[in-house]
């Protein structure tokens, strides 16, 4: 089961406006870039905006990708980090692969308003032997509204090395202090140097979100956690998740242990699940991190959530709104986990590949939003916010 959280972004009017309580967006762009097809090199990509559009500010906008990669992926296909430039998206792997990914991309761009959001772009590389974490600081930048980690999230890609999925290959993000970040990961486990990070700090500022961090210890060999947190409103929060893993035996990480699918569970909990069936081989613990970016009422921002649950053999699921979508680019469709997936149904196998979704928002009407994958070896589970 695929749980898909559409985050949508209503775009507000500039009449009348002086301080924003009301977030405007300007645009949402939206687009698809593939590596390793004839056209573009098996290492990078670069997919160029609709309509020849251009950022007249990197800082005042951010992207968020999806992909569906084949069976048998391993970390140097399935994790694409993404970049963000002036005229499109780049997208790079860690080495050049015969291995074909289509990378879907959605880029929200913030109108140049009073008290608009700030982003930050950075990229951080692992150094190698470092236990656990990498360790970020940001600028809490005077010229804008001051950076405060109360109403600020970040949005992490990454790249890296190796023939098999390992607990090396996930990290979770931490919002630590209001000037560092950390990307971390179990405590057994050490940073090695072909890991690459691609980050975005979005800075909302308390007129338009509040934004919960919850970061918990690890949980061993636990399938479904559910985790306590302050009081929200559903209508209105987007979740973005992301998780580590650490294990106490030498061995290939299974799927199982490895893909997590998150969602807002009520209006004060968030749950993470893994695949409830099999047995594994080696102990897995893992360790969940959560946003919760909750728009204010004046903000003009409504969520919706939905989980695809894909059968085993299934490569398509269309996920029917129940109203069309007024504009589709002044709406965001966000998988709520950082991986591009959530839960597969498989045990003894490292490769994610059946819990790895391309979000396709819109391609057939303003009601549907499709999550595709090309692994369709078992069941899965994937959650997704519309904004």
């Known amino acids: 089961v695929v749980v898909v959280v559409v985050v949508v972004v209503v775009m507000m009017t500039m009449s009348g406006l002086g301080a924003q309580a009301q977030l405007v967006v300007e645009r949402v762009l939206r ?16 997919g160029e905006f609709p309509d020849n559009y251009q950022l007249a500010s990197v800082e005042r906008a951010f992207v968020r990708t999806s992909l569906a990669a084949p069976a048998g992926v391993d970390p140097q ?91 090396n290959d996930y990290y979770a993000a931490s919002f630590e202090t209001d000037t560092r970040i950390a990307f971390y990961k179990g405590p057994s486990t050490a940073v090695t140097p072909s890991t690459t990070i691609y980050f975005q700090v979005v800075s909302l500022g308390s007129l338009h979100a509040s934004v919960q961090h919850v970061d918990t210890g690890g949980f061993v060999q636990n399938q479904r956690v559910t985790l306590a947190t302050a009081a929200f409103a559903p209508a209105r929060t987007w979740l973005l998740a992301s998780h580590n893993l650490d294990r106490t035996a030498s061995a290939e990480v299974e799927v199982q242990s490895a893909c997590v699918d998150s969602y807002l569970d009520g209006s004060d909990a968030v749950t993470f699940e893994r695949y409830q069936g099999g047995s594994r081989s080696v102990v897995e613990t893992f360790w969940p991190n959560a946003q919760l970016v909750e728009f204010t009422a004046a903000s003009g921002v409504t969520v919706e959530q939905h989980t695809f649950a894909f059968a085993s053999g299934a490569a398509k699921i269309a996920w029917t709104l129940p109203t069309p979508v007024v504009d589709a680019t002044l709406v965001l469709a966000s998988l709520n986990s950082m991986y591009a ?47």
């Open 31 to 46: 687009g698809t870039v593939t590596l390793g097809n004839s056209a573009q090199t098996a290492q990078t990509a670069f």
């Open 77 to 167: 296909d399935g994790q694409v980090a993404a970049e963000l430039t002036a005229t499109g998206v780049r997208v790079r792997r860690n080495s050049g692969r015969s291995v074909v990914v289509t990378v879907a991309y959605e880029v929200v761009v913030f109108a140049d308003v009073a008290d608009a959001p700030h982003v930050q772009h950075g990229v951080v590389q692992g150094t190698g032997g470092t236990c656990c974490r990498i360790n970020v600081d940001i600028d809490n930048e005077p010229q804008y509204q001051s950076l405060k980690r109360e109403s600020s999230f970040v949005i992490f890609s990454m790249m890296l090395s190796g023939s098999t999925y390992g607990e």
């Open 341 to 387: 997936g959530g839960r597969a149904d498989v045990a003894n196998d490292d490769a994610p590949a059946p819990a790895l979704v391309r979000l396709e928002p819109f391609a057939q009407s303003p009601t549907t939003v499709d999550a595709t994958r090309a692994d369709v070896g078992s069941a899965a589970h994937v959650s997704a916010t519309l904004v």
